[in-house]
């Protein structure tokens, strides 16, 4: 079957596209799996190395300790290739990525105090904003789509029904009342 030059030069821009989307290292990991983690030994010294991507020779970008509870910010692969990128909540600047073997499901941590309400949503599209005891932020529009951003304002849940432009207005509200 012959394709007339036009159509094989959008097939190909359409290809090229989905390569470049399907490669690039900011796309959002799906948060699927807990909230948060407890991470496991790893080491003698009891540190659990994160990195800057999901692979074993990507750079240490800091470290756990193990018994630490951790945030999932998301996993991705399967098995013993399934990797999670996580948030450490005694120190907001330590997150990357861990193999998920060395991370175990733990249950959230106490909240340091009672979550507020910092915006109501209204007919015209603007969210409800609410931030837990915890820090993160819900984020929830009228029409039933939400999502939620851990403390430094990254989007905690890939998996949300919001459409892009429903989630650029949340991450704006986010940073509207980050400290």
Request: net charge negative; charged share 25%.
């Amino acid at each position: 079957m012959l394709l007339k030059p036009h159509i094989k030069t959008v097939l190909l821009s359409i290809a090229m596209a989905l390569s470049a989307w399907i490669l690039s290292p900011n796309v959002v990991a799906e948060a699927s799996g807990p909230d948060f983690f407890k991470a496991v030994d790893s080491r003698a010294d009891g540190l659990l190395r994160l990195r800057a991507g999901p692979e074993e020779d990507a750079e240490v970008t800091g470290a756990i300790r193990s018994g630490d509870t951790v945030r999932n910010l998301g996993c991705e692969g399967e098995g013993d290739a399934r990797w999670c990128r996580v948030g450490s909540l005694a120190d907001e600047s330590a997150d990357g990525w861990v193999q998920s073997r060395y991370l175990t499901e733990a249950q959230p941590p106490a909240a340091p105090g009672v979550g507020k309400s910092l915006a109501d949503g209204d007919d015209s599209g603007n969210p409800s904003v609410y931030q837990r005891g915890t820090g993160e932020f819900e984020v929830n529009f009228k029409g039933g789509c939400g999502a939620l951003f851990d403390p430094k304002g990254h989007r905690i849940t890939a998996g949300s029904s919001c459409s892009e432009a429903q989630l650029k207005m949340a991450e704006q509200a986010v940073a509207a009342f980050q400290d």
